[in-house]
Every structure is written in structure tokens, then in C-alpha cells.
């Protein structure tokens, strides 16, 4: 039930290039900015994305973020097996006031 | 480099109020240019915002949990602090803290990302 909505899975063999989506609506992604996080089991989330399609500093060029209209995208190129782990994209709700964040993608690495 | 560090209980019984508190080391908690946020996760599932509080006072809290949640914050001890009253096993899930950047665009878009975390800390409501 979460706000914006991401594939539960993506699949890519090492190498290939894979997009993750996140869908939201003209009250976040719209009219907000996105931001995308990784996660491994049992750790924290990291920034890998912020404003759309800015990275952090120690980012990989290999990562890319892009926006159209209500929905935004993860992409990444060139896949290595330690890509493997959860994607959430996330934005600010101007309706809710609030915070909202994608049910999460799993990305594996074939 | 800042490090975020969430502590308190891991157990609390069904009905009582759920405590926690977040230490900032490495840089000073007391900045205009930062909110600090709480999210959490039940296991397998995904991230939820809690709320936050700028350093002023100003707090913002998610509309779900708004009745139930507080968020303070003490400079002295450069600490952020977390207490959900009345907690259900549906509170049950690691708790984070996290430092968020805004940043208002003149054309009137909203950015908020999250560059600093805790470790997470798990909560569990059972009796």
C-alpha cells in the first residue's frame, strides 16, 4: 500500500543494463523531487540518487536517474553482482505533508 | 564524518510507549540546513518516514501515525529523540534515524534526501 509504486523485482545478467520505475502522482513525484536509495539485508539505506538525477559524491557513473511527468527511474549500467539489493525510490507528498517512499525493488544479478 | 546511532529498549509490551534516541557524532546536531528524521521497517517490508524536527522546533509527522508519535530534540547532548505511545505489534520493526537535506526550488518543487543514517535499531512489541 505504499504511495509510489515500484516493480517487487528486476532481473539482469552481469554486464546488462536494468531501470527500476517508480510511479507516484502530481502531489510527489510531479511536482517534488526523487530521491533513490540501496539496500542491503540488515543495514542501513544509502543515497544513490537525489534531486532526480544528481549522484552523491563516490557514486558510480554506472548509476542514472531520470523523471517524466509522475514517474522517475533507476538506472543501472554495466551490472556487477555487488548491485544485488533492494532499490526504494522516495519524494515528499505535498498533499500529505509527508514523506513517501516505493514498496522497494530487488534487484538480482543472474 | 557524521555518525547516527539509535538507542533504547528492543522489547516493549502491547499498550506502553516506545522510547528512542539517536546520537549524532561527528558534526553538530544544531544546523538551519538539516531536518532530522525518523523511518522505520518491518521486517521484509518496506521503509516508512516517521517524522522529523528542525532544529528550531518545528516538527512534521506522518498523517498515519501523527495521534501517536513525538519527536524532540536536545542540543545539549546532540541527541534526536522518538517516543510512539500506545504501540501494537504493528509497531514491531527496525527504527532509523536519518539526517535529511531540503532544499525549495523557486519553481516551487520540494527536495528532501536522506545522506546520513543510524545503524537501525530493532523494536519488538510483545508481551
Request: aromatic share 12%; glycine share 12%; with cysteine.
Amino acid at each position: 500500500q505504499s504511495v509510489l509504486t515500484q516493480p517487487p523485482s528486476v532481473s539482469a545478467a552481469p554486464g546488462q543494463k536494468v531501470t527500476i520505475s517508480c510511479s507516484g502522482s502530481s502531489s510527489n513525484i510531479g511536482h517534488n523531487y526523487v530521491s533513490w536509495y540501496q539496500q542491503f539485508p540488515g543495514t542501513a539505506p544509502k543515497v544513490f540518487m537525489y534531486e532526480d538525477n544528481k549522484r552523491p559524491s563516490g557514486i558510480s557513473d554506472r548509476f542514472s536517474g531520470s523523471k517524466s511527468g509522475t514517474s522517475a527511474t533507476l538506472g543501472i549500467a554495466g551490472l556487477q553482482t555487488g548491485d544485488e539489493a533492494h532499490y526504494y525510490c522516495g519524494t515528499w507528498d505535498s498533499s500529505l505533508s509527508a514523506v513517501v517512499f516505493g514498496g522497494g525493488t530487488k534487484l538480482t544479478v543472474l | 564524518q557524521m555518525q547516527l546511532q539509535e538507542s533504547g529498549p528492543g522489547l516493549v509490551k502491547p499498550s506502553q510507549t516506545l522510547s528512542l534516541t539517536c546520537t549524532v557524532a561527528g558534526g553538530s546536531i544544531n544546523s538551519d540546513n538539516y531536518y532530522w528524521n525518523w523511518m522505520r521497517q518491518p521486517a521484509g517490508k518496506g521503509l516508512e518516514w516517521i517524522g522529523r524536527i528542525y532544529i528550531r522546533g518545528t516538527t512534521s509527522y506522518n498523517p498515519s501515525l501523527k495521534s501517536r508519535v513525538s519527536i524532540s530534540v536536545d542540543t545539549s547532548k546532540n541527541q534526536i529523540s522518538l517516543k510512539v505511545n500506545s504501540v501494537t505489534a504493528a509497531d514491531t520493526a527496525v527504527y532509523f534515524c536519518a539526517r535529511g537535506t531540503p532544499y525549495y526550488y523557486d519553481s516551487g518543487g520540494y527536495s528532501i534526501w536522506f545522506d546520513s543514517w543510524g545503524q537501525g535499531t530493532l523494536v519488538t512489541v510483545s508481551s
